[in-house]
């Protein structure tokens, strides 16, 4: 590779912030080239307040998208369209359609797109998919807890149709089942609690059958005060592993198992690096066909306002 890729980060909201730039910053394979936000501002680089104008008058520069969901398919379609190499944060598009047509367009222009999990690079993930492939699973139980007051403060979007509710977290933990649980997964009951001023869940239990017809749960809820509980509980007939802390931390049969610190923003761009340098793409849309899915078969009740 010819020195660092130049990347622009679009869309300086949290995730961006708290994640993106440092991992940027911490990477001598990417050098920051600008920033794009209509509010948000990155010290120490140009500044676009709108996507447009830094396609036409920017950098060339590859381009880490940080939006919401709803808007990527446009923001997506114009950067691949100006042959820029694409890093998109979870979930990747508001629906399938649009995914599917952002996957066509990269192919079609040759560009590398990177539809990231990040939940998919905790440290526990891949050595749970390794002792999972050896047995036969017999359930896999998902508890996907928070507080969502603390993780989306002000987050106006999370609400509206395309913002995903409480499946914006709980993506998450379907990345990581799809990626430890490979193969078809359907999805036959889901329970969407709504709240009467919001589009979108703020609680939602699923029940899910794999191949096999290995019973699933899951159980998404954003009302959790105090500690959180981000935990997947895999059963292979009488042996158990448990996956906590979003995947950080591994427990077999009761015994902790030492699988190294957090590295998931760090390792996602070093995924990116890899495959702008092989001019590959890494699109897995299995956990969006899920919550697909669980919206086409859900029960809507609804439940108490939320007021952030
Ligand atoms: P956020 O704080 O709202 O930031 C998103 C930024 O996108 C906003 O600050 C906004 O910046 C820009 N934006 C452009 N068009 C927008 C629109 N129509 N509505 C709202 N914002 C718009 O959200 P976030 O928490 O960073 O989440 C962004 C993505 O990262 C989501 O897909 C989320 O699932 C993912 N993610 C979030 C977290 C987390 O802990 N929050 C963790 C992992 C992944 P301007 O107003 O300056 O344009």
């Known amino acids: ?21 440092p991992a940027i910053a911490a990477n001598p394979d990417f ?44 923001m ?32 079609a222009k040759g560009v590398t797109l990177f539809a990231t999990w990040h ?9 749970a998919r390794a002792w999972m492939a050896s047995r036969e699973i017999t359930s896999v139980d998902i508890v996907w807890r928070e507080d969502v007051r603390r993780w989306h403060p002000g987050q106006a979007w999370i609400w509206q ?32 609690e709504v709240p009467s001023n919001a589009f979108t869940p703020i609680a939602a239990r699923l029940t899910m059958q794999a191949r096999g017809q290995v019973p699933l749960s899951a159980d998404f809820d954003w009302r959790q005060e105090g500690p959180q509980t981000w935990s997947i509980f895999v059963q292979a007939g009488e042996e158990r592993l448990e996956l906590h802390m979003g995947g950080a ?30 001019r590959k793409s890494d699109t897995d849309i299995s956990p969006l066909r899920i919550v697909a899915d669980a919206c086409l078969k859900g029960r809507q009740v609804q439940t108490d306002a939320f007021h952030d």
């Open 119 to 127: 939940s998919r690079f905790a440290p526990g993930v891949e050595p």
């Open 249 to 278: 931390e591994l427990v077999i049969d009761g015994r902790r198992v030492d699988v190294g610190p957090e590295q998931e923003y760090p390792t996602i761009y070093r995924r990116f690096a890899e495959l702008v340098s092989a």
């Open 76 to 107: 997506s379609l114009a950067a691949i369209e100006a042959g820029r190499d694409l890093m998109i944060e979870k979930p990747p598009s508001a629906t399938l359609g649009e995914i599917e047509t952002i996957i066509s367009a990269a192919k």
């Open 161 to 192: 149709p395309g913002g995903f509710g409480v499946f914006d977290p709980g993506i998450n933990a379907l990345s990581i089942l799809t990626h430890i649980l490979p193969g078809p997964i359907h999805v036959q009951s889901a329970d969407l």
């Open 31 to 74: 050098l920051l080239a600008a920033a794009v936000s209509r509010h948000g501002k990155v010290e120490g680089v140009p500044n676009f307040t709108d996507f447009e104008s830094f396609l036409r008058d920017g950098p060339l520069a590859a381009v880490s998208l940080c939006t919401p969901p709803d808007v990527r398919v446009e």
């Open 1 to 21: 590779m010819g020195g660092p890729i130049p990347v622009a980060v679009v869309g300086v909201g949290k995730i961006a912030r708290d994640q993106h730039l």
